[in-house]
Nanobody
Framework: QVQLVESGGGLVQPGGSLRLSCAAS????????MGWYRQAPGNQRELVAR???????NYKDSVKGRFTISRDNAKNMVYLQMNSLKPEDTAVYYC?????????WGQGTQVTVSS
């Protein structure tokens, strides 16, 4: 059974930091491209950051320089370090795992940036 379980969300003030974690099980983790997406109310789900099996990364323009995605293949974990958070970063953040033939999603974790 495939599971992607996110954690680390919460309420943070503008300018603060959070670190999201995603624990993957039931997949050959190292071959998957792992991503973080987010969806705010009334908006479509959008890609925030992605890391390939070889460690290549790409980011949504508005988070470049503030967010960092990383992975630990030994632990089947992917992380999203979020710094200098802004109110517009408020959303549900989802972990995604994609291969040539499979696409999996986690249940999401809420991130709220507000004073």
């Amino acid at each position: 059974q495939v599971q992607l379980v996110e954690s680390g969300g919460g309420l943070v003030q503008p300018g603060g930091s959070l670190r999201l974690s995603c624990a993957a099980s039931g997949i050959g983790f190292s071959i998957y491209t792992m991503g973080w997406y987010r969806q705010a109310p009334g908006n479509q789900r959008e890609l925030v950051a992605r890391i390939t099996s070889s460690g290549g990364t790409n980011y949504k323009d508005s988070v470049k320089g503030r967010f960092t995605i990383s992975r630990d293949n030994a632990k089947n974990m992917v992380y999203l370090q979020m710094n200098s958070l802004k109110p517009e970063d408020t959303a549900v953040y989802y972990c995604n795992a994609v291969s040539m033939t499979r696409n999996y999603w986690g249940q999401g974790t809420q991130v709220t940036v507000s004073s």
